[in-house]
């Protein structure tokens, strides 16, 4: 069972651009979670998703982010016309469903780089 | 929001035991008290949890205060590879659905010195 995959690993966009980075959950997880942290800066929430449907989203910037868990395929957040402030590193976790308090699984993380 | 209280940074030395505190004052009846850490240029890790009983596992060991309102993470003996930053972490119980996602602090870095 691989863990939780997130591509790509690293991204590099021009201001303006948009970046669009994917996470493949847990074999078996329905629930993801995607978090943002800059440098030296501890994790904070963004968005929460179960398959088709946002929980939770108010940890999202209200414009140029938006976030999706289709029912088939990984998770996309997509962040339109880049600017240099989102430089930072995406991390996607995944848990079972029908649980509480069960451990969430993280992935490696996507590094953006806005230049 | 349930919050916690961490140190910023410990030291320990390899081979000795580590223990990080974790004060949450304001914690709630069925708030989990989940620990993760994250090593340098990696996704956090999960370590830990638990509710009102000690907790072992082959990675950890927390106490949980009697009143709930704080925890220990114990390293047992700390090693180089154990260098990381540490997160306590309470489920955050205003998100709905049926699991709270985790609000992460600032956390403990903690150094290890061979």
């Known amino acids: 069972n691989a863990g939780v995959m997130q591509n790509p690993r690293h991204l590099v966009r021009r201001r303006g651009q948009e970046a669009r980075l994917r996470c493949s959950p847990m074999k078996g997880h329905s629930h993801v979670y995607w978090y943002r942290q800059l440098p030296e800066e501890g994790l904070k929430f963004m968005v929460y998703?179960?398959?088709?449907?946002?929980?939770?989203e108010s940890g999202m910037p209200k414009e140029r982010f938006s976030a999706e868990f289709p029912k088939e395929g990984p998770s996309i957040l997509r962040i339109q016309q880049v600017v240099r402030g989102d430089s930072a590193a995406y991390f996607c976790?995944?848990?079972?469903?029908?649980?509480?308090?069960?451990?969430?699984?993280f992935g490696q993380g996507t590094r953006l780089t806005v230049v | 929001d349930a919050k916690t209280t961490q140190p910023n940074s410990m030291e320990s030395n390899e081979e000795e035991p580590v223990h990080l505190p974790c004060n949450h004052s304001t914690i709630s009846g069925t708030d989990y008290i989940h620990w993760y850490r994250q090593l340098p240029s990696q996704g956090p890790e999960y370590v830990i949890h638990?509710?009102?009983s000690n907790v072992n596992n082959r990675m950890a060991s927390l106490a949980i205060a009697e009143d709930r309102k704080s925890s220990t993470l114990i390293l047992h003996r700390a090693t180089l590879r154990d260098a990381a930053v540490y997160y306590c972490i309470l489920r955050d119980p205003s998100t709905r659905g049926s699991q709270g996602n985790l609000i992460f602090g600032k956390g403990t870095k903690l150094s290890v010195k061979p």
């Open positions: 998703l179960q398959k088709e449907n946002i929980i939770d």
């Open positions: 638990g509710l009102t």
């Open positions: 976790a995944s848990s079972p469903p029908n649980t509480q308090n069960t451990e969430a699984f």
